[in-house]
């Protein structure tokens, strides 16, 4: 299997009249790279995508592979193997068939054909399952046929749009470790559509978080998870509690925000927020604490709560404070603590570095 090619995409826009499905998209994406484009449904991800794989005409920009562009190339000539969320599979043909299937196409000879259907089953881990029809697979392996017909003509490029999200929960989580450890077998350059957060993060080497038709951040998944550029990333970006009140103090590298009656500090990054105005902090789940006694913590606030869900390896607290707001704390644990119910009091506290400003007017 050949390397990857790196992709350069460059301004590239998709209106239909009035509608900007995607907007001046620009994504530099390495050799080799898994990047994952991130959103909610309509904000671009699927067309710019699709604007890759030939499959949808710009409206203007580039897209470049390896220095040559490939706008005017048909879908077939430019070496792009891509995966759907159906699937796609011919019912009526063997597995072996739906594989040689692309192969067919291309005007290969029989013997080349079957060497090229043996690699690629191998490849994923099927070899003993190429007489069989599809509907005779689990779904899994009906995935990973999908994937070795998308990589029998060995594709320096691979497109997966929404590839897990017609498996159920633990086919997913397995599907996750074998796509990861393809892409270390296969070397090429996959780009991956989702709107799962957590796929997101767990497979890719950077992620493009895309809104509204635009990216709004790209970054490797932990750089998006600590430090998201605005609201929508911190928000979309794994579970957070937003906390928002009226600037008391927006000078220097800490912002001080009143909430309902209780100060709040948090850093400012960069930038500038005028006192009286309006700003968010984000504050990850994980970094709150309920504290015991005099616990020391460098911001605390007094509340109730409201209610505790357990979900195995933590328990998830929503507290309501004495400004109104809620904040939600996972506290890591086997078993919910007995002496933390609905309505009993308590005081968080968290550290000044884990809140972060994330939008200021």
């Not at 203007?60 to 159906?86: A, E, T, W």
């Not at 070795?148 to 999200?165: K, M, Q, Y």
């Not at 309920?290 to 505790?308: H, K, N, Q, Y």
Request: proline letters at 4%.
């Amino acid at each position: 299997m050949q390397g990857g090619s790196r992709i350069q995409i460059s301004d590239l826009s998709k209106h239909y009249g009035p509608v900007q499905a995607a907007e001046a998209v620009d994504l530099d994406i390495g050799q080799g790279e898994f990047v994952t484009f991130l959103g909610p449904s309509g904000s671009g991800k699927t067309t710019t995508l699709m604007m890759v794989a030939g499959f949808t005409v710009p409206t203007r920009g580039d897209i470049l592979v390896d220095g040559r562009s490939i706008v005017p190339v048909p879908v077939h000539k430019r070496n792009i193997g891509m995966v759907f969320q159906n699937y796609a599979l011919f019912p009526h043909m063997s597995v072996a068939d739906n594989i040689a299937f692309p192969l067919q196409m291309r005007g290969l000879g029989k013997s080349e054909i079957r060497e090229r259907v043996a690699r690629a089953l191998d490849l994923v881990r099927l070899g003993q399952h190429g007489g069989r029809r599809p509907k005779q697979l689990s779904g899994g392996q009906q995935q990973r046929i999908a994937l070795a017909r998308a990589l029998v003509f060995e594709p320096s490029i691979l497109l997966l749009d929404e590839p897990l999200g017609a498996l159920d929960a633990k086919l997913r989580e397995e599907m996750k470790f074998e796509l990861k450890q393809l892409h270390h077998r296969i070397g090429a350059t996959i780009l991956f559509v989702t709107h799962d957060q957590e796929e997101a993060l767990t497979l890719s080497d950077r992620i493009a978080v895309f809104n509204d038709g635009r990216i709004m951040q790209t970054g490797r998944p932990d750089e998006l998870y600590r430090a998201p550029a605005n609201r929508f990333v911190a928000d979309f970006i794994g579970e957070t509690n937003l906390l928002s009140g009226r600037v008391t103090d927006g000078g220097g590298e800490v912002i001080t925000i009143d909430a309902g009656g209780q100060s709040f500090a948090g850093r400012m990054r960069s930038g500038f927020a005028r006192p009286s105005s309006e700003a968010t902090f984000t504050l990850r789940l994980e970094s709150l604490r309920i504290l015991r006694g005099e616990e020391p913590a460098d911001c605390r606030a007094e509340g109730v709560i409201e209610e505790f869900l357990y979900v195995g390896n933590s328990t998830k607290y929503l507290v309501r404070l004495v400004s109104g707001q809620r904040l939600t704390a996972r506290v890591p644990g086997n078993l919910p603590d007995e002496t933390l119910r609905v309505n009993s009091k308590v005081t968080l506290g968290w550290n000044i570095d884990d809140m972060l400003l994330v939008e200021a007017a």
